[in-house]
């Protein structure tokens, strides 16, 4: 059975391609252009979320810092993104487990 999620998934990564591919290299650097990208993952994300399916709602963000690479993006500015999430994902999960 196909879940409209993996519909979601699919249409999430072409929009973040088109919006990183309409960027050239110098304004992929800018926070605006972080931030445009991240909207469109977090959109998605949001709405899983209020679902109780963490996986799902992990499986939409994964891609992200993967394509912001090869779009171009300097390696400390995506290093600086990752360090905190990576933090609040290991506070929530006990949290998470014990709501569900």
Known sequence: MLQPSE????????ALARYLS?????????????LGALFLVLVPIALIVRQPDLGT???????F???L????????????????LISVFCSLDPLWQQNT
């Open 7 to 14: 519909l979601a998934k699919i249409a999430t990564i072409i």
């Open 22 to 34: 309409d960027r050239n290299t110098e304004h992929i650097n800018s926070f605006n252009s972080f």
């Open 57 to 63: 709602a992990i499986s939409f963000g994964a891609p």
């Open 65 to 67: 810092f993967p394509m």
């Open 69 to 84: 690479y090869w779009a171009g993006m300097r390696k400390f500015f995506i290093f600086l993104v990752i360090s905190p």
